[in-house]
C-alpha cells in the first residue's frame, strides 16, 4: 500500500489475544491507523466516538459477538467497510454476514495477503462510494433550489410550481426561449421530487437524425443496424426511476412522436430490432424553445403528444422580461467567474450595471453568463466598467434602446458635433448636413459657447 499523509483508520475487534497482536501489527505494517479491541462491547463503544473507514471484526466472541458489530457498524458509520472473520468452515455465518451488510469475509486462519487484498478492495470501494458522493453534492449544489437566483415575481412563481410539481409524477413541459434556463428548471424538478436518488437523463432530441435517437431513447438489439455491434439499454431504461429530461422535443420528427407516445401511453419501450417490451419508470420532463402550439397547428407536433406532455406546463420568460433578475444573476456570475479565474474583478460600475440592465439580452441568462465571464477576464481591476462589457452590452447604457426623448438626443449629438469641429459652425452644419441658420438657432436654443468667430463679428459691430 502507498504510503500518504492521510491514514485510513481500522477498528479491529477480536478477543483472542495472540491473533489479535499478530494481526494488528499486519494491519499496522499495511499502512492503517488500528484501533484494537478484546471484545463486540469495546467495538461497539469505539463506534460510537471515531468515525472508521474500515472495520474487522471477529464473529465469535463473548458477550457480544460480531454480527452486533457489523450491524451497529451499519448503522452509526454506513461509509464505514466491514470484513468480518469467520472461523475454518463456519460458512453460514459468513453468509449470514454478508446479507447483514458485511463486504467480505476473511476465514481463520488469517492469510496475510488474503487480509492485504481485501483491505485494498474494501478502502478503494470506500474511496468512490465518497467520489460519488462527493459529485452528487456538487451536482445537487448546483441544481437545488437554493442555487437559483431570482428576484422577479414571475420566476418566483415557476419556482413555486417546481416545488409543487416535485412532488408529483406529472409531466412537464418547459417553454422558454433559448438560454432562460429550461434546463436548470428540469433538474430542479427532479432534485425537488422523491427520484432525486435515481438517476437523471438528459437527451437532446434535436441534436440526432431520427433512426439514432430511436435506438437512443429505445435501446436496441445486437444487429439491428450496421454499426449495433453489441445490444445497447435505451435512455428511458437507463433513467430507472428516475427522470428523463427530453430536451429540443419540438425538433423530434413526427415518425419517432408516435413511438414516444405510445412508450408513455403504455409504460413501455421496446428496443430498436427485439420484439419484447421492457417495462419503464422514468418520469419524463420536456423542454423546447419553439410555441409548440403553433407547431402543432400546422402539423409539425402532435397534438395527443403535446397534450400528454403538457399536464403541467412551466412557462420560462425571456430575461428581458423579467429586469429585476438580471443584476442578481450578473452579481452571482461575477462570484463564480471571479473564483474560476481568479481575477481581481469583484463589483460593477454604476454605468457597467445599468447596461447590464439596459440590455435585451436575446440570448438569455446563457448570454449575460458568457458576457460576465469574459469581463472578469478582460477587467484590469476590482470594478468591472463599461469598457470590459461586449460591445453591444455596452452601448445599451448609452444612447441604446434605452427610452430617451428625441430632443434631448438630437442636443446631445449636436453639442457633441460641435465640439468635435472645434466650435465652427460652418464645419459643424457641413457635418452635421443641416443649414447654417438651423444650426445657429439650436446652439442659441441649448445655450452653447458662443463661437470665436461671431463674438468677433460682433464686437465688430459695436464698433
Ligand atoms: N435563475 C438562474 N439562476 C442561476 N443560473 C441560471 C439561472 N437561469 C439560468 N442559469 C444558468 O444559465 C445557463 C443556461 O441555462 P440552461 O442551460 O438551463 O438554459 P436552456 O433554456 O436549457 O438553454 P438552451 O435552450 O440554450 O438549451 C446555465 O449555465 C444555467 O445554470
Ligand atoms: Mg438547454
Same mark, same amino acid.
Given at each position: 500500500?502507498?504510503?500518504?499523509?492521510?491514514?485510513?483508520?481500522?477498528?479491529?475487534?477480536?478477543?483472542?489475544?495472540?491473533?489479535? $497482536?499478530? $494481526?494488528?501489527?499486519?494491519?499496522?505494517?499495511?499502512?492503517?491507523?488500528?484501533?484494537?479491541?478484546?471484545?463486540?462491547?469495546?467495538?461497539?463503544?469505539?463506534?460510537?466516538?471515531?468515525?472508521?473507514?474500515?472495520?474487522?471484526?471477529?464473529?465469535?466472541?463473548?458477550?457480544?459477538?460480531?454480527f452486533?458489530?457489523?450491524?451497529?457498524?451499519?448503522?452509526?458509520?454506513?461509509?464505514?467497510?466491514?470484513?468480518v472473520?469467520?472461523?475454518?468452515?463456519?460458512?453460514?455465518?459468513?453468509?449470514?454476514?454478508?446479507?447483514?451488510?458485511?463486504?467480505?469475509?476473511? $476465514?481463520?486462519?488469517?492469510?496475510?495477503?488474503?487480509?492485504?487484498?481485501?483491505?485494498?478492495?474494501?478502502?478503494?470501494?470506500?474511496?468512490?462510494?465518497?467520489?460519488?458522493?462527493?459529485?452528487?453534492?456538487?451536482?445537487?449544489?448546483?441544481?437545488?433550489l437554493?442555487?437559483?437566483?431570482?428576484?422577479?415575481?414571475?420566476?418566483?412563481?415557476?419556482?413555486?410550481?417546481?416545488?409543487?410539481?416535485?412532488?408529483?409524477?406529472?409531466?412537464?413541459?418547459?417553454?422558454?426561449?433559448s438560454g432562460?434556463?429550461?434546463?436548470?428548471?428540469?433538474?430542479?424538478?427532479?432534485?425537488?421530487?422523491?427520484?432525486r436518488?435515481?438517476?437523471?437523463?438528459?437527451?437532446?432530441?434535436g441534436?440526432?437524425?431520427?433512426?439514432?435517437?430511436?435506438?437512443?431513447?429505445?435501446?436496441?438489439?445486437?444487429?439491428?443496424?450496421?454499426?449495433?455491434?453489441?445490444?445497447?439499454r435505451?435512455?428511458?431504461?437507463?433513467?430507472?426511476?428516475?427522470?428523463?429530461?427530453?430536451?429540443e422535443?419540438?425538433?423530434?420528427?413526427?415518425?419517432?412522436?408516435v413511438?414516444?407516445?405510445?412508450?408513455?401511453?403504455?409504460?413501455?419501450?421496446?428496443?430498436?430490432?427485439?420484439?419484447?417490451?421492457?417495462?419503464?419508470?422514468?418520469?419524463?420532463?420536456?423542454a423546447?424553445?419553439?410555441?409548440l402550439?403553433?407547431?402543432?397547428?400546422?402539423?409539425?407536433?402532435?397534438e395527443?403528444?403535446?397534450?400528454?406532455?403538457?399536464?403541467f406546463?412551466?412557462?420560462?420568460?425571456?430575461?428581458?422580461?423579467?429586469?429585476?433578475?438580471i443584476?442578481?444573476?450578473?452579481?452571482?456570475?461575477?462570484?463564480?467567474?471571479?473564483?474560476?479565474?481568479?481575477?481581481?474583478?469583484?463589483?460593477?460600475?454604476?454605468?457597467?450595471?445599468?447596461?447590464?440592465?439596459?440590455?435585451?439580452?436575446?440570448?438569455?441568462?446563457?448570454?449575460?453568463?458568457?458576457?460576465?465571464?469574459?469581463?472578469?477576464?478582460?477587467?484590469p481591476?476590482?470594478?468591472?466598467?463599461?469598457?470590459?462589457?461586449?460591445?453591444?452590452?455596452r452601448?445599451?447604457?448609452?444612447?441604446?434602446?434605452?427610452?430617451?426623448?428625441?430632443?434631448?438626443?438630437?442636443?446631445?449629438?449636436?453639442?457633441?458635433?460641435?465640439?468635435?469641429?472645434?466650435?465652427?459652425?460652418?464645419?459643424?452644419a457641413?457635418?452635421?448636413?443641416?443649414?447654417?441658420?438651423?444650426?445657429?438657432?439650436?446652439l442659441k436654443?441649448?445655450?452653447a459657447?458662443?463661437?470665436?468667430?461671431t463674438?468677433?463679428?460682433?464686437?465688430?459691430?459695436?464698433k
Amino acid at each position: 500500500m502507498t504510503e500518504t499523509t492521510f491514514k485510513a483508520t481500522v477498528l479491529y475487534a477480536e478477543d483472542d489475544l495472540s491473533q489479535r $497482536t499478530v $494481526t494488528s501489527l499486519e494491519l499496522k505494517r499495511l499502512g492503517l491507523e488500528v484501533t484494537a479491541v478484546p471484545d463486540g462491547e469495546k467495538a461497539c463503544a469505539a463506534l460510537t466516538k471515531g468515525p472508521f473507514d474500515l472495520v474487522l471484526t471477529d464473529i465469535k466472541m463473548k458477550p457480544v459477538d460480531g454480527f452486533k458489530v457489523l450491524a451497529e457498524a451499519r448503522r452509526r458509520s454506513p461509509e464505514a467497510q466491514v470484513i468480518v472473520i469467520t472461523g475454518h468452515g463456519s460458512i453460514d455465518s459468513a453468509v449470514r454476514a454478508m446479507k447483514g451488510g458485511a463486504f467480505d469475509y476473511l $476465514t481463520k486462519p488469517i492469510e496475510p495477503e488474503a487480509l492485504q487484498i481485501s483491505i485494498e478492495k474494501a478502502l478503494e470501494r470506500q474511496r468512490l462510494l465518497r467520489e460519488v458522493e462527493q459529485l452528487r453534492a456538487q451536482v445537487r449544489g448546483k441544481f437545488s433550489l437554493d442555487n437559483i437566483v431570482y428576484a422577479s415575481s414571475a420566476f418566483h412563481n415557476i419556482l413555486d410550481l417546481v416545488r409543487k410539481v416535485g412532488g408529483t409524477d406529472a409531466s412537464v413541459l418547459i417553454q422558454g426561449e433559448s438560454g432562460t434556463g429550461k434546463e436548470l428548471i428540469a433538474r430542479a424538478i427532479h432534485e425537488a421530487s422523491s427520484r432525486r436518488d435515481h438517476p437523471f437523463v438528459a437527451v437532446n432530441c434535436g441534436a440526432l437524425p431520427e433512426g439514432l435517437l430511436e435506438s437512443e431513447l429505445f435501446g436496441h438489439a445486437r444487429g439491428a443496424f450496421t454499426g449495433a455491434v453489441t445490444q445497447k439499454r435505451g435512455l428511458f431504461e437507463e433513467a430507472r426511476d428516475g427522470t428523463i429530461f427530453l430536451d429540443e422535443i419540438g425538433e423530434m420528427s413526427p415518425p419517432l412522436q408516435v413511438k414516444l407516445l405510445r412508450a408513455l401511453q403504455e409504460g413501455e419501450v421496446r428496443r430498436v430490432g427485439e420484439n419484447r417490451n421492457i417495462k419503464i419508470n422514468a418520469r419524463v420532463v420536456a423542454a423546447t424553445n419553439k410555441d409548440l402550439r403553433a407547431e402543432m397547428q400546422i402539423g409539425g407536433f402532435r397534438e395527443d403528444l403535446y397534450y400528454r406532455l403538457n399536464v403541467f406546463p412551466i412557462e420560462i420568460p425571456p430575461l428581458r422580461d423579467r429586469p429585476d433578475d438580471i443584476l442578481p444573476l450578473a452579481e452571482r456570475f461575477l462570484k463564480l467567474a471571479h473564483g474560476k479565474h481568479k481575477s481581481k474583478a469583484c463589483r460593477y460600475s454604476t454605468q457597467a450595471a445599468e447596461a447590464l440592465k439596459a440590455y435585451r439580452w436575446h440570448g438569455n441568462v446563457r448570454e449575460l453568463e458568457h458576457a460576465i465571464e469574459r469581463a472578469v477576464i478582460l477587467a484590469p481591476n476590482e470594478e468591472i466598467g463599461l469598457d470590459d462589457l461586449p460591445p453591444e452590452v455596452r452601448t445599451a447604457g448609452g444612447a441604446g434602446p434605452t427610452i430617451r426623448p428625441l430632443d434631448s438626443v438630437e442636443r446631445e449629438h449636436i453639442l457633441g458635433v460641435f465640439a468635435a469641429c472645434g466650435e465652427n459652425q460652418v464645419e459643424t452644419a457641413k457635418a452635421l448636413g443641416i443649414g447654417r441658420n438651423t444650426l445657429w438657432r439650436k446652439l442659441k436654443e441649448y445655450g452653447a459657447p458662443k463661437s470665436e468667430a461671431t463674438e468677433k463679428k460682433k464686437k465688430l459691430k459695436r464698433k
